[in-house]
């Protein structure tokens, strides 16, 4: 089957490409395969080709300008494909790589690595809930639990992690809870009522291994087959999120919040071209793959390279209870299962304001056909305040820009949690990452009137265990060219001579800035007592005004690295949380931080720690810099039954990168041009008598929300 590539190198597999792609695969199958088997698909994902071939490829790009692309030469177009061949009794995973210049053809087929293991997927998780749910000793279990008549067992499947370096076969656990509405109401909050039970599945055969009873008391590991009598359920309540579900509760909702709408009159500022945007003076362009989501490469400004390619590349999420089996909760949302995968379809006007533009994301399911999540990634603009502002106090003239954003921002949903990920591309130059956390605490049953040190209980027999949620952002800079150094820059204190001139710091007020470059692979930390910056420097082109390389700093997030003990198995697992950043020399497919098998891995998937432990020189060579960052999570009542965002952001910032401030040519922001109102108060129906008809003496007639707002009927 023969399809034609993108004009574009970068953008992912097309429907007919992913076609193609399982057509090759399973003929390739069945030229090895004769008896009992079924194929199953887990993944598909574009290989970018060889930096040395599409760094040039992008100047040639640019140089070529629009109308003119066409005629470039096109790249190797390859993808590979994970899939696994089910037999009988066993199971066999493969990567298969795929060439799809000219007619799609299968390169090279390897089997998985047998030391480790690959991800699971939703398919696979669903069909081993249902297996569960039908199992007469899990059936058996539940019986014996006493359970209120009116609830149903939900179950969710979840990650197995590891607890030894052992290698043990692919697992499925599940967290077990009741649905108190017995089913009638799917998005009732079944995080409301955990069982303390976490049966144990095969994520091959979906057989079950063995049910794990759950430590109930605040301390110490007795389970509910040590009460005497049954577990209290009758104490469990619905503590319900949805809309409807909230207000049958008894719960108004808020009705005094009126409509906000952003409103672009003259439509959006920026332009696309396939998928590269055009915005103000940036361009890049925007990727999507399974694991990491959004992929934003060949980022320039004014047409000058900032970076080749920016993504998320991993997370873990390690819990803080040491009771078996909860020891081993540690997910890596993006490596255990994807974070493309995961994507939700987003919403006009739900989960953006204002002009939007939506990227699809295309990929298969596990029989390998065609699906696609609609409106995968939303752009769109977004005020973010002043940008700058200055009052000349001697005429009290204001000069005054606010600073508009350009969006790019993706959703996705783990089980119970949700990350928001947007990256936010300022009017000076400037590129952030907005983190925003939300979704429904894991939980865990608590004998009600117990509390625990691991945790906060949030709810009658609810517990919500402390936990982390560590980000590892790949950030591959190009700063004016792909050679560039890395330098740790600390404030610090001169020292203190009363004695000499001042230069000598007599007075005790100075300090300086001491420089060091990293010249080998390596992790570092943040240092917020010192103000300490790293700044991706090139060494070959000095700014004219400092004297100083062009560079763009990143002042780390100085949050919580790893809580876990270091010769723990969960922090051997978590390979990029002992530092805050690496810095790394580049290599084609040195993507993924926690390394590129994380599903049940003990320390040996070969990620950043292999990086970095080979030493290599870093100092004006084509290098990558990895940050990690994150928050400490000790659930609070008030992130119960659905947790408020919580929000970090980081940014790269130019630092002599410019002659000046670039945002010095955004025009000022005025009445004209903004259209803002003044405030009138409103009736909003009449409720509060600000139409002025109460104090008239009259009966109003006003409609909700149609009230003139004069005072006059």
């Known amino acids: 089957m023969s399809v034609p590539a993108p004009l574009h190198p970068l953008d992912p597999l097309s429907p007919a490409e992913i076609a193609a792609c399982v057509s090759a695969v399973k003929a390739k199958v069945k030229e090895n395969e004769h008896g009992e088997h079924r194929l199953w698909f887990k993944s598909i994902q574009l290989i970018e080709p060889p930096k040395k071939l599409l760094a040039p490829w992008l100047d040639q790009w640019h140089a070529a300008g629009r109308g003119h692309r066409n005629i470039l030469p096109r790249l190797p177009r390859n993808a590979v494909v994970l899939m696994g ?28 690595p047998t030391h480790l293991h690959v991800p699971p997927d939703m398919a696979e998780m669903m069909a081993a809930e249902e297996a569960l749910l039908k199992h007469p000793e899990f059936l058996r279990a539940v019986e014996k639990m006493q359970l209120p008549p009116h609830a149903r067992v939900v179950a969710d499947g979840w990650i197995y992690g590891a607890d030894s370096e052992e290698r043990t076969n692919r697992h499925t656990p599940f967290m077990v809870y009741l649905n108190l509405t017995n089913g009638e109401h799917e998005d009732s909050c079944h995080y409301s009522a955990p069982l303390p039970i976490v049966p144990v599945m095969s994520s091959d055969d979906f057989s079950l291994v063995r049910i794990d009873y759950c430590p109930i008391f605040g301390t110490g590991e007795k389970t509910i087959l040590d009460l005497d009598g049954p577990f209290p359920w009758h104490l469990y309540v619905t503590n319900e999120y949805d809309a ?4 049958a509760s008894g719960v108004a909702l808020r009705t005094d919040v009126k409509p906000y709408r952003v409103i672009q009159p003259e439509g959006a500022s920026f332009s696309l071209e396939g998928r590269v945007i055009n915005w103000q003076k940036w361009s890049f362009h925007i990727g999507f793959n399974y694991r990491e989501g959004p992929v934003l490469s060949d980022i320039r400004y004014d047409g000058r390279k900032v970076f080749y390619r920016v993504s998320v590349s991993d997370m873990t999420v390690p819990y803080g209870d040491p009771r078996a089996p909860y020891h081993r909760k540690q997910a890596f949302d993006l490596g255990d299962i994807g974070a493309g995968l995961c994507a939700n379809s987003l919403q006009l006007g739900c989960d953006c304001l204002g002009e939007i533009h939506y990227l699809d994301f295309d990929h298969f399911g596990v029989d390998g056909q065609a699906q696609a999540i609609k409106g995968a990634v939303c752009i769109h603009e977004q005020d973010e305040g002043l940008g700058w502002k200055h009052t000349n106090f001697r005429t009290n003239r204001p000069s005054v820009v606010r600073n508009r954003v350009l969006v790019i921002q993706t959703i996705i949903t783990v089980a119970n949690y949700e990350y928001i990920f947007a990256w936010k591309f300022d009017q000076a130059a400037g590129v952030h990452l907005e983190t925003r956390a939300t979704g429904i605490l894991s939980t865990a049953a608590i004998l009600p009137g117990e509390t625990s040190p691991y945790g906060n209980v949030v709810s009658p027999g609810v517990l919500a265990t402390n936990h982390q949620h560590l ?3 790949r950030i591959d800079p190009s700063i004016d060219g792909h050679n560039n150094t890395v330098v740790q820059e600390d404030s610090v204190t001169m020292p203190y001579d009363k004695a000499n001139p001042p230069e000598n710091n007599r007075w005790g007020v100075g300090y300086v800035v001491e420089k060091t470059p990293v010249t080998r692979s390596g992790g ?16 070959s082109k000095i700014n004219p005004i400092s004297g100083k390389p062009v560079a763009y700093k990143l002042v780390p997030t100085p949050s919580q690295l790893m809580i876990a003990h270091p010769d723990s198995i969960q922090y051997a697992r978590a390979e990029f949380g002992e530092h805050h950043i690496y810095v790394t020399k580049y290599r084609d497919g040195e993507l993924y931080a926690g390394g590129k098998w994380t599903n049940q891995s003990t320390g040996n998937a070969e990620g950043m720690r292999a990086y970095i432990g080979r030493g290599d020189a870093v100092e004006n060579e084509d290098i990558v810099v990895w940050h990690t960052f994150g928050l400490t999570h000790n659930p609070r009542v008030e992130d119960f039954p659905v947790m408020p965002c919580e929000t970090h952001t980081f940014s790269l910032k130019p630092n002599d990168f410019f002659s000046k401030n670039p945002a010095i040519d955004v025009p000022p922001s005025t009445q004209t041009f903004n259209q803002s109102n003044l405030y009138k108060a409103g009736c909003a129906g009449c409720k509060d008598g600000g139409c002025g008809c109460q104090a008239k003496g009259i009966a109003c007639k006003c409609k909700a929300g149609e009230c003139n707002r004069t005072g006059k009927l």
């Open 85 to 112: 061949v089910k037999r009988p009794k066993s199971t066999t995973w493969y990567e298969i790589f795929v060439s799809l210049d000219g007619k799609a053809k299968v390169t090279e087929t390897i089997s998985a």
């Open 524 to 539: 570092y930390d943040a240092a917020p007592e010192k103000n300490r910056v790293f700044k991706i420097t090139n060494p």
């Open 244 to 247: 409807a579900l909230v207000e």
């Open 471 to 473: 980000f590892s952002v």
